[in-house]
């Protein structure tokens, strides 16, 4: 019986059920020094003045550190293809360029001292002009970096065919903005230094890639990487944001240098709202065209990016969303351009999706304006433009290759087990009763790319002498359950306990190389690689016991349940792991071991159906998520309690991006969500129980069958409940209503589509700029 | 996160209390709950030199029956207050609203006293005292005042608590079985009103109480939705007048023009319940 | 100044500022780092801790203000020989945590709920609102409430 396709329970639940997890913020690090930062208060000036007297003599303070005491290169962009000027200084640098920018670093005895000190801190700017909508960034009127010349960091042009639309009857046209958000995870950032007594650096991160963690501090602070020994503690937390490296991670390893003692950074949630990078930030023009029987022929996306003002990852995820474009629909012709820009704001970075829920809400969007336009039924709309189950391997018009898909199946189950026409019939008689509670259906079908990068995974599986196993992975859990999930397949290659089964990650001495976990890339390279590694080892451990049990390799057999090698036909006279890894240690002095560097088998595609019901106040314009039904398919599901609650999570979110959460700022660049209280970060009271399924169509490219499913909830749920509401009050006239749905945007937009009725005016087929 | 350094005291008494005022003067805030002031210190928008801490007065922790009204001791939790008998018995749209008030957490801390003497519009608790047509009972060192709901906040945050008073009780005039609506739009469910409002009927003679939340810069009656009702209209009728003579102003969650939207449609649903 | 409190059953005392925050008093004086720290405006509940038997923001309560109090954390819920509570066992069933750092909250805070909801059957909306002060962002809060469901019908939970 194997052990892959259960629900096997947590490994690492009973000590963070008891006594918690051990995060950066936990360590126990004596003598650590606190750093706190001082940042910019304005979102564009130079800097005139810093006054650091009275902060370098307060109670407390060991030392106080501006741009100029580093003595260390601005970091570049990190994408080759952004523009290589807009460089960012570890700490400001004579100017700022967006409220939140690290201009001073505190290092004292305690947090509070520090906070104190930070009061005295004096800056004095001169304020620059501000940009903050994109749309005006892209004017290169003001400019964040004027020896550049332009605002734009990376453009993705493939071309404008003017006849792209020839031969549709019909075409709708639509500006979409899917709006910043913030990540949150609930640990904020937090990084601790201290350089050992043999002189290496000591940095603990709390980090989705530890690896890249110490490269890029390598590089930065001038080591060789050897000379760098990073750990990853508990991560609480990190969607995407947490891949990226910082220049506060770079400011406490120098700082923990510079003064010689452990120096850590635990950032507050109001820091982190405006220092841990932010997501999304599209401008989406679209245009869909096709016939007027439902037909989809061809498709427009223009795609503006917020980079926020230091060009980081979310500059490039364009490219992602170009990549998915036309989704799960047969559409033969499409286009896909972007430019990203730079905006007096917090950084771009990737989050849960990273430039692929832009694709589909966009899409999704498209399909039901394309739906209302020609009067047709959302779901026959879909149903009709789908990629049949026999059409795969399956190129899309802007070049990507599709592994395996069964969409049509995952959308049938989906609608069936919403009950949709009875869902439809609801809406029906409360559209026909006229009351203020509407019922609004709203569907998404989706595809994504997981795994997309070409880095491969590390992966190593050894023995012990007493029988146990310990594997070390290059991926980087934080919250995703690798150590149960990655043991459940060593024990089912191995026979070996899932009790007995160690699993290390996180540490670059103890895991030599390594790429992390961000991207859905975990399970098929990560996992991948750890289950090659015991099929390995498994091979040199029937060679041993071969030489043991004086037989022929070919005719040593492994017994799983007994954990332990025999001669066909004798299983009485056996060797088990243990005695084997002690026979390797004895013949040759080496472990009983194997390491894998798996390259990567390609992106694999999961998809599936979200179909959300919202209850609309229509006087109020409240929203209320009532039903959430999702029907998900990442391939082989090898522990399905993980995969629902990966898919439950995606969901929370998606959802909190269609409905509630926003980042924003006023016209002078000031951020108006900067904490817990004024941004929405959704909770239990405004989510109901979800309803999920998978249906599971393997891909061929790896040998697990499985794809990512990390971030398949959210890139389906943010479309499904985004129609659902603007479907909930279509019968009054409204055709489109940006996220987040608001009950002030809900309603603005039910009074402007009765003006327009009243007005007379026909609803055309251009939509709403 | 961490609050500017300061002196803390515990206060034994109320006179203590008023003492440690008197000392101290603008230096000195009280504690309570601490649900409205340690947020703002832990932030530093706020940093008093001293906290007199209050917390264990239990003597101002009480819930009474004042003949024809109820007497809150201002120490009193809003968990406490959702739970009271009498509370429920008397003024069932105070142990209703305060039953909603912030989380189970916060209202375990969170004091009625605390809530009303911070004065913030968009507290749920101010306007339904004005709706009932509360009192506050203020302790000062030479003398005990009685001040009228309606005439407690004079501006943003600023009451009429002097710096040498407390506010010690809470006076609520029995319901009477009287009907009563409360409606509150939030974004999320522990978010401060966007718009709220509360209405109470007062007796059989149509005399209603409607308080507003987070509509204007103070907690206000909508005194013309009172008059409208006391002179026959109906809930739709009364409520078109819910905005007037406040002065609304927009900022994230609602613009003035869709506040005062709410305003009225949120009137006229808690009127609707409280006249039926 | 010294405050004293009995933090999970043993009487402890600690000289900190008044300004201490009563979850620094746990994790830094007392050293008991499951309680977390999530945001600064008292919105996430990651620093929920029973004081006197109730749910309580640690965060928002000063070290000072629990003088002579109990107080309860993550660490003192399990049985002193490892015997998960209902709570937390019901959390491990249902996988009701995934990065772990809202859970030491976001378990309190239930046993709370579920303490005082008195002749009261819970039900999935007593749950989510209950919850509303209590931030997650992995789960989706799902399996969170299943478990607390799950918990709150355990028999040794049964006044």
């Known amino acids: ?769 | 996160m961490i609050p500017s350094s300061f002196e803390y005291v515990r206060a034994g008494s109320i006179e203590q209390t008023l003492d440690l005022l008197n000392e101290h003067g603008d230096a000195a805030k009280l504690l309570a709950g601490g649900h409205s002031l340690l947020p703002l210190m832990k932030l530093r928008l706020a940093s008093p030199e001293v906290l007199v801490d209050i917390g264990r007065l239990a003597e101002l922790a009480y819930v009474g029956d004042g003949g024809d009204y109820v007497a809150i001791g201002a120490l009193t939790t809003h968990d406490e207050v959702s739970r009271s008998p009498l509370i429920a018995a008397e003024l069932p749209v105070l142990a209703h609203v305060a039953g909603q008030i912030g989380d189970p957490q916060v209202r375990h801390r969170g004091t009625i006293g605390g809530s009303i003497a911070h004065g913030d519009p968009a507290s749920d608790l101010p306007a339904v005292a004005l709706a009932l047509g509360g009192t506050y009972v203020l302790t000062g060192p030479s003398e005990t005042r009685e001040v009228r709901a309606a005439a407690f906040h004079l501006g943003f945050l600023e009451t009429a608590v002097a710096p040498d008073e407390i506010l010690t009780e809470i006076r609520l005039p029995k319901m009477a079985g009287g009907g009563w609506g409360f409606e509150k739009l939030t974004k999320r469910a522990q978010d401060w009103a966007i718009v709220g409002a509360v209405a109470v009927r007062l007796d059989g003679n149509g005399s209603v109480g409607v308080g507003l939340i987070n509509v204007g810069s103070v907690p206000a009656r909508a005194l013309s939705v009172e008059a409208a009702v006391a002179s026959g209209a109906g809930a739709a009728e009364a409520a078109a007048q819910a905005d007037t003579g406040i002065e609304v102003t927009g900022d994230l969650n609602a613009s003035a023009a869709f506040r005062r939207h709410l305003t009225r449609v949120l009137v006229e649903r808690a009127l609707a319940k409280a006249l039926a | 100044m010294h405050v004293t409190v009995t933090l999970n059953g043993a009487d402890v005392t600690y000289d900190v500022e008044p300004r201490t925050l009563l979850v620094h008093y746990i994790r830094d004086a007392a050293g008991l780092k499951g309680t977390n720290v999530g945001c600064d405006t008292t919105s996430c509940g990651a620093c929920t801790v029973l004081l006197d038997g109730r749910s309580v923001k640690s965060c928002t309560v000063l070290a000072a203000q629990a003088d002579s109090s109990s107080v309860t954390t993550i660490e003192g819920l399990a049985e002193a020989d490892g015997t998960m509570h209902p709570v937390q066992k019901a959390f491990h069933e249902h996988h009701g945590l995934q990065c772990g750092y809202c859970t030491p909250g976001m378990v309190m805070a239930i046993v709370s709920l579920i303490a005082e909801r008195g002749d009261h059957e819970l039900t999935e909306t007593d749950i989510r609102q209950g919850l509303e002060g209590n931030l997650c962002r992995c789960t989706g809060y799902h399996n969170i409430v299943e478990a607390a469901m799950a918990a709150a019908r355990a028999p040794e939970l049964r006044s």
């Open chain 1, 1 to 769: 019986m194997s052990i892959l396709g259960n629900r096997v329970l947590r490994r690492e639940d009973p000590k963070l059920l008891t006594s918690g997890g051990t995060y950066v913020g936990d360590l126990d690090l004596p003598g650590v020094l606190s750093l706190t930062f001082v940042r910019a208060t304005i979102a564009h000036g130079r800097i005139e003045r810093i006054d650091l007297e009275e902060a370098k003599a307060a109670p407390g303070v060991v030392g106080v550190f501006s741009h100029d005491d580093l003595g260390l290169a601005p970091m570049p962009p990190g994408m080759p293809f952004l523009n290589q000027e807009m460089t960012r200084p570890l700490l400001a640098d004579g100017v700022v360029r967006y409220v939140g920018e690290a201009i001073v670093a505190i290092v004292a005895e305690t947090p509070g001292a520090g906070a104190d000190a930070a009061e005295l801190v004096v800056i004095d700017y001169d304020p620059l002009p501000v940009v903050v909508d994109p749309l005006d960034a892209l004017k290169d009127e003001v400019l964040l970096y004027p020896q550049v010349g332009t605002n734009n960091c990376f453009a993705l042009q493939f071309g404008h065919d003017d006849t792209l639309f020839e031969g549709c009857e019909v075409v709708v046209r639509q500006r979409i903005l899917n709006q910043r958000v913030a990540p949150c995870p609930l640990e904020t950032r937090a990084a601790a230094a201290l350089v050992e007594p043999d002189g290496r650096l000591m940095f603990y991160s709390s980090t989705q890639t530890a690896h890249g963690v110490r490269d890029t501090l390598a590089t930065s602070l001038g080591l060789e990487p050897a000379l760098i020994h990073v750990i990853t503690p508990d991560v609480g937390g990190g969607f995407g944001a947490k891949a990226s490296v910082y220049a506060e991670d770079i400011v406490t390893a120098w700082c923990a240098r510079k003064v010689g003692q452990p120096v850590r950074w635990s950032e507050t949630r109001s820091e982190s709202m405006l220092g841990l990078g932010h997501g999304r930030g599209q401008v989406q023009d679209v245009e869909i065209g096709g016939l007027r029987d439902g037909r989809i022929l061809a498709y427009r996306i223009d795609v503006l990016q917020d980079s926020g003002a230091y060009p980081a990852i979310g500059a490039v995820l364009p490219f992602m969303t170009r990549t998915m474009a036309t989704g799960v629909y047969d559409i033969a012709r499409a286009e896909c351009n972007s430019n990203s820009v730079v905006t007096n704001t917090v950084p771009t970075v990737a989050y849960r999706g990273a430039g692929r829920p832009e694709a589909t809400s966009a899409l999704e969007r498209a399909m039901d304006c394309y739906a209302s336009e020609i009067g047709m039924d959302p779901a026959e709309l879909r149903r009709k433009n789908l990629i049949a189950a026999d059409a795969f391997p399956y190129t899309t018009p802007t070049g990507t290759d599709y592994d395996s898909g069964n969409y049509v199946g995952a959308f049938d189950l989906a609608l069936e087990m919403a009950g949709y026409e009875q869902l439809r019939s609801e809406q029906q008689a409360r559209r026909a009763a006229g009351g203020s509670r509407q019922l609004g259906i709203g569907l998404s079908s989706y595809v994504e790319i997981t795994n997309g990068i070409p880095e491969g995974e590390y992966g190593a599986v050894e023995i012990r002498p007493n029988g146990k196993a310990i594997v070390r992975t290059g991926t980087s859990p934080h919250g995703q359950g690798h150590h149960t999930a990655w043991s459940m397949l060593v024990s089912d290659q191995l026979g070996i306990a899932i009790d007995d089964i160690e699993v290390i990650h996180g540490d670059t001495d103890l895991v030599p190389r390594g790429v992390g976990t961000f991207g859905s890339r975990s399970l098929q390279v990560g996992g991948a690689a750890v289950n090659q590694a015991a099929i390995e080892v498994i091979d040199k451990a029937r060679t041993l016991a071969a030489d043991l049990l004086e037989a022929d390799v070919a005719d040593i057999v492994l017994d799983k349940p007994a954990a332990a090698f025999h001669v066909a036909g004798t299983p009485a006279i056996s060797r088990g792991w243990g005695e084997l890894a002690q026979a390797s240690l004895d013949q040759g002095g080496a472990p009983l071991m194997a390491e894998v560097d798996l390259s990567s088998p390609g992106a694999s595609f999961p998809f599936g159906t979200h179909v959300a019901v919202v209850e609309v106040d229509t006087e109020t314009g409240n929203v209320e998520l009532v039903r959430h039904v999702a029907v998900d398919d990442a391939g082989r599901i090898l522990n399905p309690l993980l995969a629902e609650g990966q898919v439950h999570g995606g969901i929370a979110q998606g959802a909190a991006q269609a409905m509630l959460e926003e980042f924003s700022y006023d016209a002078a660049g000031n951020p108006l969500t900067a904490n817990f209280a004024d941004y929405s970060i959704i909770s239990a009271a405004e989510l109901p129980s979800f309803e999920t399924a998978f249906t599971e169509t393997p891909t061929p490219r790896n040998p697990l069958g499985a794809k990512g499913i990390g971030e398949s909830g959210t890139i389906g749920s943010t479309p499904a409940v985004h129609n659902a509401v603007v479907d909930a009050v279509a019968h009054l006239g409204v055709r489109h209503i940006d996220m987040a749905t608001t009950p002030e945007r809900v309603w603005q937009a039910i009074q402007a589509a009765r003006s327009a009725s009243e007005g007379g005016s026909a609803t055309s087929t251009e939509g709403a700029a």
